[in-house]
T-cell receptor
Framework: DAGVTQSPTHLIKTRGQHVTLRCSPISGHKSVSWYQQVLGQGPQFIFQYYEKEERGRGNFPDRFSARQFPNYSSELNVNALLLGDSALYLC???????????????FGQGTRLTVV | RKEVEQDPGPFNVPEGATVAFNCTYSNSASQSFFWYRQDCRKEPKLLMSVYSSGNEDGRFTAQLNRASQYISLLIRDSKLSDSATYLCVVTIDQTGANNLFFGTGTRLTVIP
């Protein structure tokens, strides 16, 4: 059974460009969350989607947006890229996405974004 | 103020040693607690959940002190394969979302 898959694995973009990152959750998982991990730091929460609805949003600017599709896959979009957006972007899937955390979150291997 | 604070280390210990990591969290409404392990340039993976009663999984013991808002992880008889970054994680139920709050991670290197 496939785990969480993310694409692309690596990406280099120029300041001001736009980027779209993709995530496919584990089959049967309905919740997808996105995290940004800057070198030397722990992952920081960006968005959570459950059943195609946004359930939570972290402290990130409006340049960051996301959506979840009927097949529960998800896209993270970042506009007007800044050098500081260079990071590992992690997608996590879980079975449920409401209330108290009751199921394990499984992470994909991430997309390493470099903004030059 | 960060939701989760950890000593970033690094901790360099010989094989067979016992090592302890600590973490504090700021929000008393935090509901669930975990330790994740992250190998270099890999994704985080759940190591163990942390319960108020304390829990053990082989060489790993996790403790939670809600009154002090403190979480710990003890690794006994360290193996070379334990070398990784250990992330302290809490969840806070915010409007139905159950996002994870990560500490910066504590880096452990086990030396032969």
């Amino acid at each position: 059974d496939a785990g969480v898959t993310q694409s692309p694995t690596h990406l280099i973009k120029t300041r001001g460009q736009h980027v779209t990152l993709r995530c496919s959750p584990i089959s049967g998982h309905k919740s997808v969350s996105w995290y940004q991990q800057v070198l030397g730091q722990g992952p920081q929460f960006i968005f959570q989607y459950y059943e195609k609805e946004e359930r939570g949003r972290g402290n990130f600017p409006d340049r960051f947006s996301a959506r979840q599709f009927p097949n529960y896959s998800s896209e993270l979009n970042v506009n007007a890229l800044l050098l500081g957006d260079s990071a590992l972007y992690l997608c996590a899937s879980s079975l449920t996405g409401t209330g108290v955390w009751d199921t394990e979150a499984f992470f994909g291997q991430g997309t390493r974004l470099t903004v030059v | 103020r960060k939701e989760v604070e950890q000593d970033p280390g690094p901790f360099n210990v010989p094989e067979g040693a016992t090592v302890a990591f600590n973490c504090t969290y700021s929000n008393s409404a935090s509901q669930s607690f975990f330790w994740y392990r992250q190998d270099c340039r890999k994704e985080p993976k759940l190591l163990m959940s942390v319960y108020s009663s304390g829990n053990e999984d082989g060489r790993f013991t996790a403790q939670l002190n809600r009154a002090s808002q403190y979480i710990s992880l003890l690794i006994r008889d360290s193996k070379l394969s334990d070398s990784a970054t250990y992330l302290c994680v809490v969840t806070i139920d915010q409007t139905g979302a159950n996002n994870l709050f990560f500490g910066t991670g504590t880096r452990l290197t086990v030396i032969p």
